[in-house]
């Protein structure tokens, strides 16, 4: 291992450092979204999230029943019991609207995701 040799050097060694915290930020920042399900419904039942970053979506069922979270065009199928919280990632997606369900209670239980 080679001494730094200048301040020159030290400021390059920092600059290097605070660029590596940064990226490691940057990943442990996925955007996070709450969706709860009361009533055999989704609340919201609308998600804007931003598109081309992965997004930690975390699924509080409140009712008495379990549910099921589905989406073909997300690609994700969830069983969630009575009164539990998953955590479903969605992403990174292009712009566009992906449409979900609660399979159980299809009638009552959807809503969508918008990315942009
Ligand atoms: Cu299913």
Do not use: C
């Not at 990226?23 to 598109?51: C, G």
Request: hydrophobic share 45%; net charge neutral; charged share 25%.
């Amino acid at each position: 291992m080679t001494l730094l040799s200048s301040s020159a050097d030290a400021a390059r060694a920092a600059l290097f450092m605070l660029a590596l915290a940064a990226s490691t930020w940057a990943v442990a920042a996925d955007p996070e979204v709450l969706l709860v399900i009361k009533n055999h419904r989704f609340e919201p039942d609308q998600i804007r999230v931003p598109a081309g970053q992965r997004v930690k979506l975390t699924v509080h069922n409140q009712d008495a029943t379990p549910e099921e979270f589905e989406s073909h065009k997300l690609n994700r199928e969830k069983v969630i019991a009575p009164g539990a919280k998953v955590v479903i990632f969605i992403g990174p997606l292009k712009p566009g609207k992906y449409e979900f369900v609660g399979e159980y209670n299809e009638a009552t239980a959807k809503g969508f995701v918008v990315a942009e």
